[in-house]
């Protein structure tokens, strides 16, 4: 059988402004106080977040005003393609690759809206051919990330060479007027950020398939209510549960999908939706604690920043990675639908 697409490189990209989570406690200490009588028994949720900071596209000061949704989707339409256009020229640059090779772009992002789609403008700053294929996905949400290598891998399976980016400024959605127990979690754990992955013919490990799990009855496990300040957040407590009840299962069928046996799987590569979906994670996978802890890594330093985290593990994953081994692992990522998204890989 011809060896499928391997991931050639995969680049992150972070915005300036930097936050502090015993910052962002102070912050959400007087904001949610007036609303919330117990505030001083919930503000333990940001030091057991394993969260130590953050980047944002706009400093602190932003977030204490009102801002209308018009302006924050004006700010995520510069500030997206100007991180989506870093992460893509490192990504391009780890590869040696030239952005005229590139036959196709996937844009993987919920947090923002633009018509025309972002890669229609990205394809022209990164030089890439006019006719370019475009691809952009949206509403997927934290499981982006895995869903979207698995589709770039797809496309890139005949011998192309495919530019995935998924790019998110969680930021931007705050509203300041909703002082509900979920924008609270919100503001403890999301941040903003970019990552691209190359796909194609070369060096690296193998994608072998992808798989995705919808389960009914979970709509409104998360996702976004649209309100006049922009998309609210919303995601129930029970996640950590599902995960622990559900994830098995959602791995198991991905892997018979792909000729494997979940028992088979040597790597783990993991979206930190948060301390206690990885501590799921951890119990439902019986996922090793090298595992846990590189996704841990990246959550103590970034924050969730939705679809383009599991990237940031996986760039993190490839710096010292078993090449050549033939060793089976997964890319997972939980989002909107409620659904797991899987891609599967061998090294």
């Not at 783990?268 to 590189?294: C, F, M, N, Q, T």
């Amino acid at each position: 059988m011809s060896r499928g697409p391997a991931i050639l490189s995969v680049a992150t990209a972070v915005p300036p402004h930097r936050i502090a989570q015993e910052e962002a406690k102070e912050f959400a200490r007087a904001l949610f106080s007036s609303s919330h009588r117990d505030i001083e028994r919930l503000l333990p949720l940001f030091d057991n977040a394993r969260v130590e900071g953050r980047n944002f596209c706009v400093p602190r000061e932003w977030f204490e005003k009102d801002h209308p949704f018009p302006e924050k989707n004006a700010l995520y339409e510069g500030w997206a393609l100007e991180l989506s256009e870093k992460a893509a020229r490192r990504a391009l640059g780890r590869a040696g690759v030239g952005p005229e090779e590139v036959e196709a772009v996937f844009l993987v992002s919920t947090t923002g809206l633009s018509t025309p789609s972002l890669d229609s403008r990205l394809i022209f700053r990164l030089g890439l051919p006019p006719h370019v294929r475009r691809v952009p996905l949206w509403g997927l949400g934290c499981a982006g990330g895995a869903a979207g290598l698995a589709l770039a891998a797809d496309y890139a399976r005949p011998g192309r060479t495919v530019l995935l980016v998924a790019v998110e400024l969680c930021g931007l959605t705050f509203v300041r007027g909703d002082l509900s127990k979920s924008n609270l979690v919100a503001t403890s754990l999301f941040a903003d950020g970019a990552a691209a992955a190359l796909l194609g013919e070369g060096e690296g490990p193998e994608v072998i398939g992808g798989h995705s799990t919808t389960w009914p009855g979970t709509e409104d496990v998360m996702g976004w209510e649209v309100v006049e300040e922009g998309l609210k957040v919303r995601f129930a407590r029970s996640v950590p549960h599902l995960v622990e009840e559900r994830m098995a299962r959602s791995v198991e069928a991905a892997c018979r999908a792909c000729g494997l046996e979940a028992g088979e799987l040597r790597h783990h590569l993991l979206h930190p939706g948060g301390a206690k979906v990885l501590a799921a994670y951890e119990r439902a996978l019986e996922a090793s604690p090298g595992d846990i802890e590189r996704s841990l890594g990246v959550l103590r330093e970034f924050g969730n920043m939705s679809s383009a985290t599991v990237l940031f593990v996986l760039e993190r994953f490839l710096e010292g990675y078993p090449a050549g081994s033939g060793e089976p692992g997964i890319i997972s990522a939980l989002g909107p639908g409620f659904a797991a998204e899987h891609a599967l890989f061998r090294c």
